[in-house]
C-alpha cells in the first residue's frame, strides 16, 4: 500500500505548485517550511497577502503598483523626462528598468504581450491607454523595452504600426552580445542581432 500526505497537505502541495516557478519538490519543501511555522507567522503572512490583494492596484496612467489610497511616484516625479516613454510587457519590468539606473522618462505598462496561440490579442492589452498617452503627454520618443522572442517582436511591431501617424520616434532596445560573453556562448539569433544593431566606434 503507498503511503502518501493526507488530503489537506496535497491541497496545499497543488496550490503551492499552481504558483510560477515552483515544481512538485520545490512545493513540497515549502508546504514542510509553512506547516512547521509557528502560529503566529502563518497568520502574519495570510493577513499581509490578503491586505496586499486588497491594497494594491495598478496605477491607471503607467499600470505600475499603487496603493489604492496614494498616487504613482514615478508618474508624478517632475524631475522625469515626461516627453520620453518606456513600453514594458509587465509591471515588474518596471523596476528591472529602473534598477538599471539608465532611463529617466516614464513608462507604460501593457500587461503583457500578443500571442495568438493564448488568445491575447490587442484588445487584451493597454495598447489604447497607449494611444492616449502618447498624445496626452506630446511623447517625443517611445522605447519598446519587449522581449526580443517571437510574442516580444509581433507586439513591437504592431505598436510601431500604431503609433508611426503620430510621427515620433519609435526605437527599441539593443539586443545583442551580453556583458563578458565570448561568441562560444552566444545562439545564433543573439549572434545575428548583434551583427545588425552594431555601432560605430570612434
Known amino acids: 500500500m503507498r503511503i502518501d500526505y493526507p488530503p489537506a497537505i496535497q491541497r496545499l502541495v497543488a496550490q503551492l505548485k499552481s504558483l510560477p516557478g ?12 509553512l506547516l512547521q511555522m509557528r502560529d503566529e507567522r502563518i497568520t502574519a ?16 496612467d503607467c499600470g505600475f503598483f499603487i496603493e489604492s489610497d496614494s498616487h504613482c511616484q514615478l508618474c508624478h516625479d517632475p524631475r522625469r523626462q515626461q516627453r520620453m516613454l518606456c513600453v514594458v510587457e509587465q509591471a515588474a519590468d518596471v523596476l528591472r528598468m529602473e534598477r538599471s539606473g539608465a532611463f529617466q522618462g516614464l513608462y507604460h505598462v501593457l500587461g503583457g504581450r500578443l500571442s495568438p496561440l493564448d488568445n491575447v490579442t490587442p484588445e487584451d492589452l493597454r495598447m489604447e491607454a497607449l494611444v492616449h498617452r502618447v498624445r496626452d503627454l506630446h511623447a517625443e520618443e517611445v ?18 504600426d500604431l503609433l508611426r501617424p503620430a510621427g515620433i520616434s519609435i526605437t527599441r532596445l539593443a539586443q545583442g552580445m551580453p556583458a563578458g560573453g565570448g561568441l562560444d556562448h552566444v545562439d545564433e539569433l543573439t549572434l545575428y542581432q548583434a551583427l545588425h544593431g552594431r555601432r560605430r566606434m570612434g
Not at 515544481?23 to 519543501?29: F, I, T, V, Y
Not at 517582436?153 to 510601431?160: G, H
Request: proline share 2%; charged share 25%.
Open 22 to 33: 515552483l515544481g512538485p519538490r520545490s512545493a513540497e519543501r515549502l508546504m514542510l517550511w
Open 143 to 160: 522605447i519598446l523595452a519587449l522581449g526580443s522572442d517571437v510574442e516580444g517582436e509581433a507586439t513591437a511591431s504592431y505598436i510601431a
Open 45 to 60: 503572512l495570510s493577513d499581509t497577502l490578503l491586505e496586499a490583494r486588497e491594497r494594491i492596484i495598478a496605477c491607471a
